[in-house]
């Protein structure tokens, strides 16, 4: 089982929508959880953190359900400009050392 | 607003030639990562640095791996003797580790073996 999974998509959702991505992680060590965003050839941004309580920027909300191990981000009133892939990163501390675990990411494109 | 910086952009190289990435992580920042992305596939961890030491290191981080960090700035990540499958984005990230845990990436160094 993949330690980080997610729904490869595409979505293809028109401008203005909601969209949602999912993703679930195996190891129950993990610590922290992001998303990234990366666009083509190009290096993965951070997006935002993801906290249990859920958090918010702009038009994104990001979810933590420890319980379930699964994390969710939100992309509400969709731009052209959001059309990248999104990837699942948790943080799995080992010997007091973190690395990042990446997810295969979620492609979105977003249409006029 | 800092940002990781690596250099070359691009590399092309011929199989069995040794290669030199360079990184310059963000100033203050105390931890240091190499990750490596094949095309089409997912970002996969190479090796972790901290106090000028590996702290951890994949099983794709063989021998023929090595990093270093030469001066106050610089990160390194030398491949010895580069085979076909090495072919990759190389992207370098720095953590400040100030009781925070993002990671920041740099634009990457497109390794082309031929």
């Known amino acids: 089982r993949k330690e980080v999974e997610q729904d490869p998509g595409p979505f293809n959702v028109p401008e203005g929508a909601t969209v949602a991505f999912n993703c679930t992680y195996s190891?129950?060590?993990?610590?922290?959880f992001f998303w990234y965003r990366q666009d083509c050839r190009k290096e993965p941004k951070l997006l935002m953190s993801?906290?249990?309580s859920g958090n918010e920027d702009g038009r994104f909300t990001a979810q933590l359900n420890r319980a379930s191990q699964y994390i969710s981000l939100l992309i509400r009133d969709s731009k052209l400009s959001d059309s990248a892939t999104y990837l699942c990163?948790?943080?799995?501390?080992?010997?007091?050392?973190?690395?990042?675990?990446f997810g295969t990411g979620t492609r979105l494109l977003v249409s006029p | 607003e800092p940002e990781v910086t690596q250099t070359p952009s691009h590399q092309v190289t011929q199989m069995g030639q040794e290669v030199i990435l360079r990184c310059v992580p963000i100033s203050n920042h105390l931890y240091f990562y190499w990750y490596r992305q094949i095309l089409g596939q997912k970002v996969e961890f190479l090796v972790s640095?901290?106090?000028?030491?590996?702290?951890?290191k994949s099983e794709i981080f063989d021998d023929q791996f090595s990093v270093e960090r030469p001066d106050g700035s610089n990160f390194t990540l030398k491949i010895r003797s580069t085979k076909l499958e090495d072919s990759a984005m190389y992207f370098c990230a720095s953590r400040s580790g100030r009781g925070d845990y993002e990671q920041y990436f740099g634009p990457g160094t497109r390794l082309t073996v031929t």
């Open positions: 190891n129950s060590a993990s610590q922290s």
């Open positions: 990163v948790v943080n799995r501390m080992n010997t007091g050392f973190q690395k990042l675990v």
């Open positions: 640095f901290y106090n000028n030491e590996i702290s951890e």
């Open positions: 993801v906290y249990s």
